[in-house]
């Protein structure tokens, strides 16, 4: 981090110093699926959004209802073709699907911020999760689209190979900056059972080193406020995560979109959701205790209010920035500044 007076190192930041100019993602559902999930959509984590997590521009109708943050719950919306509806779609059926996302994005992206960079992101579920062969076509095809200065790949420690790792490094061989997002939520093994992930943490540890000795930058997500996890529980995650010093990390409020198992848990009584200034809380902590390095891409979620089952009630995103900005500076707080507490 340069600039010593920074609170904390934003991706925002971090695109800034980078590029120098205004850098944006075009995100992509390219088709694929999960290993974590059966065919017929059911099973998988106990949030998981059956539009996993695509981003809202890309859901057709829903894009108009995100941007009312007053938006009553809804179960059914016209949507763009997603990974559930063409999961069985060829090759070349997936690849039309990804040109037309790719062109709805750009000019999304044009006509709000005109963008001076463009970023390749595959965030709908699991994009590692295919032959090596299928994996190549696609990004190969999706990176032909417009001048991408980067390729980002989110997907799970299960989905990381030794032969899918080569195929990324290929790209950074090519000039093209590789970043892979990799899924953990929480370091705790109870934790990762109850929310059904399907790995565990030493399954993540072997996927973070696979990309890490191989010159892969990687963004760990996280999500505070787990079923059972409370304050004890995110730090340990936090301390866990802070020695491996990753190059970023996406932190994410406890959401629950409607629809899911851990929905259904929320409305039995059998969960809590944090509150706002709850996760205000856990927020600068973590924050403190990271290492100063890495980039924090994120602080909470963006499920449109239309999905969004609980909480109801949360800070609007600016709010939330805000509050942290003033609580942090009343404090003294910044990142890194509680680093060293990770190895006592
Ligand atoms: S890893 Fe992602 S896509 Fe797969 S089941 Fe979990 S939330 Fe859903």
Redesign the pocket.
């Known amino acids: 981090m340069e600039n010593s007076n920074r609170l904390f190192y934003s991706y925002s930041s971090y695109l800034k110093e980078k590029y120098g100019t205004s850098a944006y993602r075009v995100a992509v559902d390219a088709g694929f699926s ?4 059966n065919a017929d959509k059911t ?3 106990t ?3 059956e539009l ?2 695509m981003a809202v521009y890309q859901r057709g109708q829903e894009a108009d209802l995100a941007h009312n943050g007053n938006s009553p719950l809804i179960d059914q919306v016209d949507t763009l073709p997603l990974s559930s509806q063409y999961l069985f779609a060829d090759l070349e059926s997936r690849k039309k699907r990804i040109k037309a996302q790719i062109e709805n994005s750009i000019n999304f992206l044009k006509r709000r911020y005109n963008p001076e960079y463009l970023l390749l992101y595959f965030q ?3 994009n590692t999760y295919a032959p090596v062969s299928e994996l190549k076509e696609i990004y190969d095809y999706s990176l032909s689209q417009a001048n991408f200065k980067e390729l980002i790949v989110s997907t ?1 420690p299960d989905c990381i190979s030794k032969a899918n790792i080569k195929l990324l490094s290929s790209y950074q061989k090519k000039g093209i900056d590789v970043w892979v997002e990799l ?1 953990l939520q929480t370091s705790n093994n109870r934790s990762l059972n109850r929310i ?3 790995h565990s943490s030493a399954d993540f540890i072997r996927a973070y080193n696979l990309l890490k000795n191989n010159g892969i930058k990687t963004t760990v997500h996280l999500i505070f406020g787990l079923p059972g996890e409370n304050y004890d529980e995110i730090m340990e995650s936090i301390r866990y995560l802070a020695l491996l010093k990753p190059e970023g990390v996406k932190i994410h409020n406890l959401h629950i979109p409607i629809g899911t198992e851990m929905f259904s848990e929320y409305l039995m009584g059998e969960l809590t959701v944090p509150s706002g200034l709850r996760h205000l809380e856990y927020a600068i902590e973590a924050i403190e205790r990271l290492p100063p390095n890495t980039i924090i891409h994120r602080l909470t979620c963006d499920t449109p209010s239309h999905r969004l089952g609980a909480p109801r009630t949360f800070f609007k995103k600016g709010s939330f920035y805000n509050l942290l900005t003033k609580e942090m500076e009343l404090r003294g707080a910044y990142q890194g500044r509680l680093f060293a507490l990770n190895v006592d």
């Open positions: 999960c290993p974590n999930r099973g998988g984590c949030y998981c959004d996993g997590s709908a579920f699991s799970r899924g059904n992930r399907g």
